[in-house]
């Protein structure tokens, strides 16, 4: 069984199809998936599509993209809603929160800024509920390291891990976990690729971030968790070993870093 650790299952593109999306992943063997929240505005839908869909599971947080038009209001109903839901088995960790330096808007000064003011302060919410983060790292995994370094939450995942050998190990020596999904499917990634190969198994997770990052077979296509057996089996064939060895693998660290996660029966 597989468990896909990153995918927006409520997203616009998927339109009334989410639960059916989440029936044809569960058929390929996809036995949880974790829907992170990107705005204050979505902390219930995700809530609601996790509750409807009987292999998944979600996360709260504001995402770097929605710090722009986010309030700090929104970080108090954040950490309102966080404690609401401790009691909820489907709610397993704070994201997708992190830092965006890719985009032109976000790297002007004032808004770098304001993405690390609200990247701090959800990693304290993190750390004051005992909740693993999903972190959102493009451009930027030096400075994400650094802000976790210093507030110290339960581990977490590193989505769509790119950085250097160096920075992966940051990472892991702070007891995370590191994300590939469909990037790695593509012979040109030679750096994803590496780092998947040669990496230690323990530290890494499955994801799609779907509908997004999709996978040689159908990009520019949508994304989707069924793709995520086929992902793993490039895994495996970057690393020589088997399937089955793969899921298992990646199923128990994402297990190990996101406790929360429920057993699929």
């Known amino acids: 069984m597989w468990i896909d650790t990153h995918c927006h299952l409520d997203a616009h593109e998927f339109g009334a199809e989410s639960a059916a999306v989440a029936a044809r992943a569960r058929e390929q063997g996809v036995a949880m998936i974790v829907i992170p929240a ?9 809530a609601s599509l996790a509750a409807q869909v009987d292999n998944a599971c979600y996360a709260l947080g504001i995402h770097p993209i929605y710090v722009p038009q986010a309030s700090e209001d929104d970080l108090r109903c954040l950490r ?3 404690a609401a839901s401790m009691g909820d088995g489907r709610m397993v960790a704070i994201g997708e929160i992190g830092l965006d330096f890719f985009i032109p808007m976000l790297t002007e000064p004032a808004m770098r800024e304001k993405q690390v003011f609200f990247f701090r302060e959800q990693l304290k919410i993190a750390r004051e509920f005992k909740l693993p983060v999903l972190m959102h790292v493009r451009r930027s995994q030096d400075v994400v390291l ?6 110290q939450p339960a581990g977490g995942i590193a989505h769509a891990f790119n950085g250097s050998m160096q920075q992966a190990q940051g990472y892991i020596d702070l007891g995370f976990k590191l994300g590939f999904g469909g990037a790695m499917t593509f012979t040109r990634a030679l750096q994803i690729r590496r780092l998947a190969a040669e990496l230690p198994l323990s530290s890494i997770v499955l994801e799609t971030d779907a509908p997004d990052i999709s996978p040689s077979w159908i990009h520019p296509g949508r994304n989707a968790p069924e793709h995520l057996p086929r992902i793993g089996a490039v895994l495996a064939e970057l690393r020589g070993i088997g399937v089955e060895e793969v899921a298992a693998a990646t199923s128990a660290n994402a297990r190990a870093v996101l406790p929360r996660i429920p057993h699929y029966s």
């Open 80 to 82: 309102e809603q966080v």
């Open 38 to 46: 990107v705005e204050r505005d979505n902390f219930s839908v995700v």
């Open 146 to 151: 650094k802000h976790a370094r210093q507030i």
